[in-house]
């Protein structure tokens, strides 16, 4: 149950951070979305009528009786904190007691509700509703009774209107309408169990329906994005054995399988930390280290997380919009993201359905590239001789134009791409042991730049001078020491790139070439190796490794839901 609202004390005021909660028609919405979520809605319907700058959102909430609606609109009134101390222990969204201020000073304000509590134990009295109007101060001028469900109205008409030149510097009604319907979104995701209906004006908008997780609200706002392209994971970290991470926490991760779901610009990083989306670029990074080497280049991944700690591990008192925040343990949270990431991406028994749609099977296969398209070597015979233990859960059945290995699963059958499933294996590979081994005979490379010198040293090589424009090269890594083409290899990463494009360019260079046959053991070898692996879905490049096809489609398929009769036409 909400408390009731009173006025803050003066010293508390000047302890808060202070500003313009009012600067558009999409804030209007987020400050009220937010006390209906405060007040413990499960659904809320938002009407916005840009053109005649009003707002009305309902809540089915506790809702205020009347002496809570006579100060609701009063300077710095809230029900959500008392003193100073509760600075430090902030479980609402909302806790300034500006916003409904703000709104009476900035339009023509009323609000008409009425508490939950009218319809416990009997019949509902619809007159235990209140309906009051605000002047510009805030402070009641009219206040009627009116009847209404238990919750809250509130609507703002003329926004603006004493402040012409404010709407002249807001955006276009078009982007002001998209930039309500993107706050909407976020606040969504954060709340999955609440239901949105939006109209602009009388006609209907969009609906957000109710969830179990932020799963299944991701669909609903990215069309092009099916449930089966998510990957959710719930981390309870309350025990967790180190004890620099935050107690009570929890991290709810929600992501995009990366070979197929990712975007053209990094605008799906969304963190949340206690119900409210917020800005953190230092987590931002860690999504992209938890992603790397799994996407295609200058792609990037669709990720949501929701980071729930205690109160006193975040300071929201530091910008009157929220989003910018001060939350302890940083360090520890990006690692436990990157950690938390990965264990999402890695291949569990519950994560073996990768069902995409068999309508998409012809053209996957048609876009199957030519065999001998790698400039790699032949198999090495290290170790994909050894067999694979015996309780594996994947089966070889056959090889496919001495490209593709037919795999069959619990729920269906997979088609894996055999070089870049073990381009996959020798990139983890060689992350988790990057060795340098000494050449029986050194390697003499010739005419390198000064650049292409400083990039091969950058990476752990080393160079000895012989003569003019000529280097010797004693030591390589593990991988490119048998190879006849080291030489070229070295070149190749001369050219620029990090450590681990480096590690990605021998690992595909030193995979099984495409149009090498493999014998049964081999393949199982290989597809048991893969299936170890911490990102199996994609090579470090981006490409998808394997195309899944489900019992289910295959049942639909061959219609073994008819009946015999049927079948025979009978």
Same mark, same amino acid.
């Given at each position: 149950?909400?408390?009731?609202?009173?006025?803050?004390?003066?010293?508390?005021?000047?302890?808060?951070?202070?500003?313009?909660?009012?600067? #558009?028609?999409?804030?209007?919405?987020?400050?009220?979305?937010?006390?209906?979520?405060?007040?413990?809605?499960?659904?809320?319907? !938002?009407?916005?009528?840009?053109?005649?700058?009003?707002?009305?959102?309902?809540?089915?909430?506790?809702?205020?009786?009347?002496?809570?609606?006579?100060?609701?609109?009063?300077?710095?009134? =809230?029900?959500?904190?008392?003193?100073?101390?509760?600075?430090?222990?902030? +479980?609402?969204?909302?806790?300034?007691?500006?916003?409904?201020? #703000?709104?009476?000073?900035?339009?023509?304000?009323?609000?008409?509700?009425?508490?939950?509590?009218?319809?416990?134990?009997?019949?509902?009295?619809?007159?235990?509703?209140?309906?009051?109007?605000?002047?510009?101060?805030?402070?009641? +001028?009219?206040?009627?009774?009116?009847? !209404?469900?238990?919750?809250?109205?509130?609507?703002?008409?003329?926004?603006?209107?004493?402040?012409?030149?404010?709407?002249?510097? @807001?955006?276009?009604?078009?982007?002001?309408?998209?930039?309500?319907?993107?706050?909407?979104?976020? @606040?969504?995701?954060?709340?999955?169990?609440? +239901?949105?209906?939006?109209?602009?004006?009388?006609?209907?908008?969009?609906?957000?329906?109710?969830?179990?997780?932020?799963?299944?609200?991701?669909?609903? !706002?990215?069309?092009?994005?099916?449930?089966?392209?998510?990957?959710?994971?719930?981390?309870? @970290?309350?025990?967790?054995?180190?004890?620099?991470?935050? *107690?009570?926490?929890?991290?709810?991760?929600?992501?995009?399988?990366?070979?197929?779901?990712?975007?053209? $610009?990094?605008?799906?990083?969304?963190?949340?930390?206690?119900?409210?989306?917020?800005?953190?670029?230092? &987590?931002?990074?860690?999504?992209?280290?938890?992603?790397?080497?799994?996407?295609? $280049?200058?792609?990037?991944?669709?990720?949501?997380?929701?980071?729930?700690?205690?109160?006193?591990?975040?300071?929201?008192?530091?910008?009157?919009?929220?989003?910018?925040?001060?939350?302890?343990?940083?360090?520890?949270?990006?690692?436990?993201? %990157?950690?938390?990431?990965?264990?999402?991406?890695?291949?569990?028994?519950?994560?073996?359905?990768?069902?995409?749609?068999?309508?998409?099977?012809?053209?996957? &296969?048609?876009?199957?590239?030519?065999?001998?398209?790698?400039?790699?070597?032949?198999?090495?015979?290290?170790?994909?001789? =050894?067999?694979?233990?015996?309780?594996?859960?994947?089966?070889?059945?056959?090889?496919?134009?001495?490209?593709?290995?037919?795999?069959?699963?619990?729920?269906?059958?997979?088609?894996?791409?055999?070089?870049?499933?073990?381009?996959?294996?020798?990139?983890?590979?060689?992350?988790?042991?990057?060795?340098?081994?000494?050449?029986?005979?050194?390697?003499?490379?010739?005419?390198?730049?000064?650049?292409?010198? %400083?990039? *091969?040293?950058?990476?752990?090589?080393?160079?000895?001078?012989?003569?003019?424009?000529?280097?010797?090269?004693?030591?390589?890594?593990?991988?490119?020491?048998?190879?006849?083409?080291?030489?070229?290899? *070295?070149?190749? &990463?001369?050219?620029?790139?990090?450590?681990?494009?480096?590690?990605?360019? !021998?690992?595909?260079?030193?995979?099984?070439?495409?149009?090498?046959?493999?014998?049964?053991?081999?393949?199982?070898?290989?597809?048991?190796?893969?299936?170890? +692996?911490?990102?199996?879905? =994609?090579?470090?490049?981006?490409?998808?490794?394997?195309?899944?096809?489900? %019992?289910?489609?295959? #049942?639909?398929?061959?219609?073994?839901?008819?009946?015999?009769?049927? #079948?025979?036409?009978?």
């Amino acid at each position: 149950m909400v408390q009731g609202i009173t006025a803050l004390p003066q010293d508390v005021v000047h302890w808060i951070a202070a500003g313009e909660v009012i600067d #558009s028609l999409a804030a209007v919405v987020r400050e009220l979305a937010e006390n209906a979520l405060d007040a413990g809605a499960t659904r809320i319907a !938002i009407a916005v009528w840009v053109e005649q700058w009003r707002v009305r959102v309902a809540d089915n909430g506790e809702g205020m009786g009347l002496a809570d609606l006579t100060q609701a609109a009063a300077a710095h009134s =809230t029900s959500k904190i008392r003193d100073r101390q509760d600075l430090w222990q902030i +479980t609402s969204l909302g806790f300034r007691g500006e916003a409904l201020h #703000s709104l009476a000073q900035l339009s023509q304000l009323q609000i008409a509700s009425r508490p939950a509590e009218s319809l416990a134990g009997g019949a509902a009295d619809p007159t235990e509703g209140w309906l009051a109007t605000y002047d510009g101060q805030g402070e009641v +001028t009219q206040v009627a009774p009116c009847a !209404i469900a238990p919750g809250t109205i509130v609507t703002a008409d003329s926004i603006f209107a004493n402040l012409p030149q404010r709407r002249q510097g @807001l955006p276009a009604p078009a982007q002001q309408l998209r930039a309500i319907q993107v706050m909407i979104q976020q @606040l969504a995701l954060c709340h999955p169990h609440v +239901t949105w209906q939006v109209q602009q004006g009388d006609r209907d908008w969009f609906t957000l329906f109710p969830g179990a997780s932020a799963r299944h609200l991701v669909p609903q !706002i990215l069309r092009t994005v099916q449930l089966g392209d998510l990957q959710e994971l719930h981390l309870d @970290l309350t025990a967790h054995p180190d004890a620099q991470t935050p *107690l009570p926490a929890a991290l709810d991760v929600v992501l995009g399988l990366p070979d197929r779901c990712h975007r053209g $610009r990094p605008d799906w990083l969304k963190i949340a930390v206690n119900g409210r989306l917020v800005q953190v670029p230092a &987590l931002e990074q860690a999504i992209l280290a938890g992603f790397r080497r799994t996407l295609p $280049r200058d792609r990037f991944p669709v990720c949501f997380l929701h980071l729930r700690v205690a109160p006193a591990q975040v300071d929201w008192n530091r910008h009157p919009a929220k989003t910018e925040i001060y939350l302890h343990h940083l360090a520890q949270w990006q690692v436990t993201i %990157e950690q938390a990431i990965a264990q999402a991406l890695k291949l569990r028994p519950e994560s073996l359905p990768l069902a995409l749609q068999t309508e998409h099977l012809g053209a996957v &296969l048609k876009a199957a590239e030519a065999p001998a398209t790698y400039r790699v070597a032949d198999l090495q015979p290290t170790p994909m001789g =050894t067999a694979p233990p015996p309780n594996n859960t994947l089966k070889v059945l056959a090889q496919v134009h001495q490209t593709y290995i037919l795999v069959e699963h619990p729920t269906g059958i997979w088609l894996v791409e055999q070089h870049i499933a073990h381009e996959r294996v020798l990139y983890e590979e060689l992350r988790d042991r990057w060795q340098w081994v000494p050449l029986a005979s050194p390697l003499i490379l010739t005419a390198l730049t000064t650049a292409q010198c %400083e990039q *091969l040293q950058a990476l752990g090589l080393e160079l000895e001078p012989f003569g003019a424009q000529t280097w010797v090269v004693r030591s390589v890594p593990t991988l490119l020491a048998d190879r006849d083409d080291c030489a070229d290899a *070295l070149l190749e &990463l001369s050219w620029g790139g990090d450590l681990a494009s480096a590690q990605a360019a !021998i690992a595909c260079r030193s995979a099984i070439r495409n149009g090498t046959p493999l014998t049964q053991p081999e393949m199982q070898t290989l597809i048991h190796r893969w299936q170890q +692996t911490r990102n199996f879905r =994609t090579c470090p490049h981006g490409r998808p490794i394997c195309l899944s096809l489900e %019992e289910s489609s295959l #049942s639909r398929f061959f219609r073994r839901h008819w009946m015999i009769g049927k #079948s025979h036409g009978i």
